[in-house]
């Protein structure tokens, strides 16, 4: 008679649905915690960075460390730390900017990565969990002398089911951890132009001082 497929039986025999569970709830919890970070560290970087253009152009520097201080996020940190002394060379500026920019690159890549290998390892964990449970299928039939399509097509079933569940872990991490890279992508562009329109701010207050000496 052929029994009926039970995913709950296969979950608990299945070593590989074991893994399954933990790579979701590892990837699941990684992508919480980095949208969470995104949504605290999230800033109208247009509009911010147009009030320290002002408020260079009016030397209120000591106002933009006060800003900086009160609104943490990447581009503040950015800010500060080039505009704790805005009279040095706008070289050295420039680099002190992009140092922070790699630095919250870091902070902000922190656990995409393991989304990422969750995507890719799901799949063959899944596969696996099936290759195996297809062995044992035959391996059974082997030692009982019993078998038939009927039985076979059971065992191959219910060895699938850890393959159809790699794949439902794999897409939403997949998802997740494109939509991180792309955020990241962006976010660190945004840096990118603040600091350069800074630096030509600061250019232009340069040479706007060495016309009034």
Known sequence: ML???????????????WILML????????????????????KDIREFCQRIKVMIAENRFAEIISVCRREPAPVSR????????????????YELMTNVINTEKVHMENNVGVIGTASHIAPLVGLLGTVVGIIKSFQSIASTGQGGGEVI??????????????ICIAVPAVI????????ISV?????????????????IRNAEKKEDV
Do not use: C
């Open 3 to 17: 029994h009926e497929l039970s995913v709950s039986q296969v979950f608990i025999k299945s070593f590989a649905m």
């Open 23 to 42: 790579i979701s709830l590892v990837s699941l919890t990684y992508a919480i915690e980095r949208i969470l970070y995104f949504v605290r560290n999230r």
């Open 78 to 93: 950015m800010v500060e730390s080039g505009l704790a002394e805005p009279d040095r060379d706008t070289v050295i500026i």
């Open 153 to 166: 097509a059971v065992g191959v079933a219910e060895a699938l089911v850890t393959t159809a569940a790699g």
């Open 176 to 183: 997740l951890y494109n939509y991180l890279v792309r955020k």
């Open 187 to 203: 976010n660190v562009q945004a840096l990118s132009i603040v600091r350069d329109e800074i630096i030509t701010e600061l250019k």
